[in-house]
């Protein structure tokens, strides 16, 4: 038999017996990510919203080198430090490049495969021909669809990354692949190391007949992550620290501008800035629908609330001046209380600590603080959330 023609021959049943790493380049936010994987992920199984059909995808999957391109999603996250939201809309961009002519269908299939091996407890459900990735979580979140199986909460990440509410009744898939799977995080202990984009800024505010001028450069990606952001729980948007960028322009020049000052002086120079130097709308006037923000935020947008100046306020007093604060939380409205040493004005007992009320939101351009908001003096409040 001819050399050539072995030669041939071996090649063809390499070709039918291996696959072959493919590459992919897709935009997040402000990177530019490169993924390798191998092509057996496209399983050639008939997709159908069938419950015997779904779960044969799912086992079909196993049978392929899917580690390649986990692997390589979970390097992205750790470079980037992505929490597992950021993460699950890495994972969904990824499938819209891979996949870029495939159905909705196997890109949600194959996200509730990958996430499942990555160790956490999902649940897929379905109505017509349309399918519902649900995660297990401990954190609190609103606005988005939920149900609850064994004890354990289960929120629709499918609806919030598509920005539907959709609340009908749906089948729940039987198959389980992590019934023991572990939580789903949405919390942002800290903000990712994506790529900034820069804008200047600048602000000017007065305190005691002085004109002090602030030029910040603020990244524009935080704007875009938090832009359709899931809602979570009020508290957790103050204890979201200031990005890299906000944090090394703002916090070196208050430093300079609060030497010498005593801490209720320096509170002073805080409650004005945050009282003055940004306009007042609620998120329904301003939004059309609620809009909780992290500190960044204020920054990035013409209107802001009193939710808003707390979420700054409270982390410029802890990057700045490292006093204990707490947040307290009216029928309608959010404000910070701080413990100052030797202070007059209103205030409570919290933990054996005197708190003062330091209002971020009001009154523009006043100084003043330990003084209840005006029209609340005789309104009940409720302790949210506190700082040391």
Not at 284 to 291: D, L
Not at 320 to 327: G, N, Q, R, S, T
Request: glycine share 2%; hydrophobic share 35%; proline share 5%.
């Amino acid at each position: 038999m001819p050399r050539s023609f072995i030669f041939t021959c071996l090649i063809f049943l390499a070709s039918s017996t291996f696959t072959f790493a493919a590459e992919v380049s897709f935009s997040f936010y402000s990177e530019n990510i490169r993924l390798q994987y191998n092509d057996d992920i496209y399983v050639q199984e008939p997709l159908r919203v069938k419950e015997k059909a779904m779960v044969t995808y799912y086992r079909e999957l196993l049978k392929t080198d899917f580690q390649l391109l986990l692997a390589q999603l979970e390097e992205q996250r750790t470079k980037l430090r992505l929490n597992d939201w950021l993460f699950y809309e890495l994972m969904r961009s990824s499938m819209d490049a891979i996949f870029p002519d495939a159905s909705e269908l196997r890109k949600d299939l194959t996200c509730w495969f990958l996430l499942s091996e990555s160790g956490y407890d999902t649940r897929l459900t379905f109505l017509n021909n349309k399918t519902y990735l649900y995660v297990y979580t401990e954190d609190e979140l609103f606005e988005v669809p939920m149900i609850e199986e064994n004890g354990r909460i289960y929120v629709n990440i499918t609806s919030i990354q598509s920005r539907t509410k959709s609340q009908k009744a749906l089948y729940l898939l039987e198959f389980i692949p992590r019934p023991q799977g572990k939580p789903f995080g949405f919390y942002l202990k800290h903000l990712p190391q994506l790529s900034p984009k820069l804008i200047e800024k600048q602000y000017s505010f007065k305190y005691k007949d002085q004109t002090y001028d602030l030029e910040l450069q603020v990244d524009q990606t935080v704007k875009e992550i938090m832009a359709n952001y899931p809602f979570f729980a009020e508290r957790e948007y103050l204890e979201v620290p200031l990005s890299s960028t906000l944090n090394s322009s703002i916090i070196p020049q208050f430093k300079k501008l609060l030497e010498g000052k005593s801490a209720r002086e320096a509170i002073e120079v805080l409650v004005t800035f945050t009282r003055s130097s940004f306009q007042y709308k609620d998120d329904k006037e301003f939004f059309g629908r609620s809009k909780p923000m992290i500190a960044d935020e204020v920054f990035h947008y013409e209107y802001s609330d009193c939710e808003d100046r707390s979420a700054l306020f409270y982390s410029l007093v802890k990057s700045l001046l490292d006093l204990p604060m707490v947040v307290v939380a009216f029928p309608d409205h959010l404000t910070i209380a701080v413990a100052l040493p030797d202070q007059t004005g209103d205030h409570f007992i919290f933990n054996d600590r005197k708190y003062f009320f330091c209002d971020p939101t009001g009154p523009v351009n006043s100084t003043s603080i330990g003084k209840i908001p005006s029209g609340y003096e005789n309104t009940p409040f409720e302790i949210i959330g506190a700082y040391h």
